[in-house]
């Protein structure tokens, strides 16, 4: 997978992806394309990761060296402090390369940004694979989350999300909704997904339901 904490290689993703769509559509901004959908991104599947500038970043940041202590980000006797700095700081780099540099682009030209991250639905899933997804939805001007499957959404999921939309005082919540919910879905189950969505605060369901026929 890419590396979204490398500086470059989003700049390229930029002038390759987004600004090809401003040459040809930009007319079309604000207006009839209203906005731009990322969907889960991420660092790594269940890893530690890494990116240049690491070591000398985590040492001006909490006044030490990773290099000696390393080794303790994957223990469990009484290394919490060093796992948490350097995720911690993973997150920080991560929302600044990534999220935050898509956000300020999609304000610069009059486009919303939504979207979702991936593996959101528990603590766990996120920090091996985000870090930390709340600082990334600040930067969304609809935060977003995917509802997968015929049942319903983790209350982490859902809170995470509203809570930063209400922080940051975004009127909308988007939830990517009836994924892989299968063929044998009723309307009566979507609809108690929808309504229990609502109640946790996301106003607007994106429909991810091709596959259903009525």
């Not at 202590?69 to 223990?75: K, M, N």
Request: with cysteine; net charge negative; proline share 3%.
């Amino acid at each position: 997978y890419v590396d979204l904490m490398n500086d470059e290689a989003v700049r390229y993703f930029f002038e390759t992806t987004y600004e090809k769509y401003r040459e040809s559509l930009g007319d079309l901004f604000g207006k009839e394309i209203c906005g731009i959908f990322t969907d889960e991104p991420q660092l790594s599947n269940f890893g530690y990761p890494v990116y240049d500038g690491l070591f000398s970043d985590f040492e001006e940041e909490y006044g030490y060296s990773l290099k000696p202590v390393l080794y303790r980000i994957d223990r469990r006797d009484g290394s919490d402090a060093v796992r948490y700095d350097y995720r911690r700081l993973i997150a920080k780099k991560y929302t600044e390369t990534y999220a935050g540099k898509l956000g300020a682009w999609c304000r610069e030209n009059d486009l919303v940004f939504t979207g979702h991250m991936a593996a959101e639905d528990g603590l766990y899933f996120q920090i091996q694979t985000q870090a930390d997804v709340m600082p990334s939805y600040l930067s969304f001007t609809v935060p977003g989350i995917d509802v997968l499957g015929n049942r319903l959404p983790t209350l982490t999921l859902l809170k995470q999300v509203s809570s930063v939309a209400e922080q940051s005082g975004e009127k909308d919540v988007l939830a990517e909704t009836f994924g892989a919910s299968g063929h044998g879905a009723t309307p009566r189950e979507l609809l108690n997904i929808r309504f229990y969505e609502a109640m946790y605060g996301v106003s607007t369901a994106c429909i991810h339901l091709s596959a259903y026929s009525l």
